[in-house]
């Protein structure tokens, strides 16, 4: 009789599904005979600018040292964020992306007796790492779209591990201003640790939004999260970290794997943190990409989720995922939500000028407005 490995699995993981990523230009290309040349990808929030001269320029020279070992504590990368955010070494965790953090995090604070907390619509790896642990994960109805911040902090018992906040929340792209942020977090009981989760912080323009960072001092119960796969422009690379208190901190650094950051890794995101001028040419066209599918979306007759982040997510209707497949076929790809509860909406990364055109009038054919959008 053959065995049933699945049911040797711990019964958190026998449910779970496999998180789902953006498809990758060449398998589109696999699949449907395509050019990779003539795709464009707008489905995974990365930086249409391509990397940093100067993280490539660090990167280069990191490749003679492939045959050692990185360096396990990432003195140079924690040095550079401490000095750029005021804060001590200690107080930092780095991790093989933001995901490799919010993992351990949950694995160090929750475990089968615990609840975690996390709003309907937020980032998909929080139920799936509190379901792996075996948690109970306690998902909050949003509002509008966003986080209900008040039914969140009313949802905490006495069972509560941890919060999970995105702000900006992916996918939806809806945010709060600092003083939202500030009368939840007076709300959570200082035994519940809350993750602040800020991948897409460097986007937000304007005054008002809450700066997890600053807020450290006055509660010691937060953690906050950033990566430097977004505005930073080194998704492949794989670099997140947390910074919170350096007791906080000191319990990650016991669970983190000791070499989750590689060496290429570490010095390209310690050398593209000195480069400002990329992050701000990351943000005008960031704004400026935004402007133009918005008033493509309104031209097409879309409604949309206005979004602090790099993406927006769009409704095109109940047939969310024939539009999907068509812009697919058309060379597009963005990224269906449904996995999300959002059957009738996209996500759609923001692109260059020429990629954003390309996916209006894509999305013009597929929903048969053919010459309009373009």
Same mark, same amino acid.
């Given at each position: ?36 040349? &003539?795709?464009? +990808? *707008?489905?995974?929030?990365? %930086? #249409?600018?391509? !990397? ?5 320029? $660090? ?98 018992? &006495?069972?509560? +591990? *941890?919060?999970?906040?995105? %702000? #900006?929340?992916? !996918? ?5 201003? $600092? ?196």
């Amino acid at each position: 009789m053959s065995i049933d490995y699945q049911s040797l699995a711990v019964r958190g993981v026998q449910a779970l599904s496999p998180y789902q990523p953006g498809k990758p230009i060449d398998e589109l290309a696999r699949e449907l005979g395509l050019d990779p040349a &003539d795709i464009i +990808k *707008l489905a995974s929030n990365e %930086n #249409p600018l391509g !990397p940093s001269e100067k993280a490539l320029a $660090a990167a280069r020279e990191a490749l003679s040292e492939l045959c050692l070992y990185p360096d396990g504590n990432g003195f140079d990368l924690k040095q550079a964020l401490a000095a750029r955010f005021g804060v001590d070494m200690s107080q930092i965790t780095l991790g093989n992306g933001s995901n490799d953090v919010l993992e351990v995090i949950t694995r160090c604070f929750a475990d089968v007796e615990s609840e975690v907390v996390f709003s309907q619509y937020a980032f998909a790896v929080y139920p799936l790492v509190t379901q792996a642990i075996g948690a109970k994960g306690v998902p909050v109805p949003a509002k509008d779209w966003g986080h209900d911040l008040d039914a969140m902090a009313a949802a905490v018992t &006495d069972r509560t +591990k *941890l919060v999970f906040v995105a %702000n #900006p929340n992916n !996918p939806t792209g809806t945010v709060h201003n $600092a003083e939202a942020i500030l009368a939840f977090l007076e709300r959570i009981p200082e035994r519940v640790v809350v993750v602040l989760d800020e991948a897409y912080c460097e986007y937000l323009q304007g005054e008002g939004y809450a700066d997890g960072v600053e807020l450290l001092s006055r509660f010691p119960n937060l953690i906050v999260c950033r990566t430097f796969s977004k505005a930073w422009g080194l998704a492949a690379l794989r670099v997140g970290y947390s910074i919170s208190s350096p007791e906080i901190a000191d319990i990650l650094n016991r669970v983190r794997q000791p070499f989750n950051v590689d060496t290429i890794a570490l010095a390209a995101a310690t050398a593209v943190l000195e480069d400002e001028a990329y992050v701000q040419r990351s943000r005008k066209v960031n704004v400026s990409g935004m402007a133009q599918l918005e008033a493509g979306f309104g031209e097409l007759g879309l409604s949309f989720i206005p979004s602090a982040g790099n993406f927006i997510a769009v409704d095109v209707g109940d047939d969310a995922m024939g539009v999907y497949q068509s812009l697919l076929e058309q060379g597009v790809i963005v990224r269906p939500i449904a996995g999300y509860g959002m059957p009738r909406h996209l996500r759609v990364s923001i692109g260059l000028e020429r990629e954003n055109a390309k996916l209006l009038k894509a999305l013009s054919n597929a929903l048969g407005l053919s010459g309009q959008g373009a």
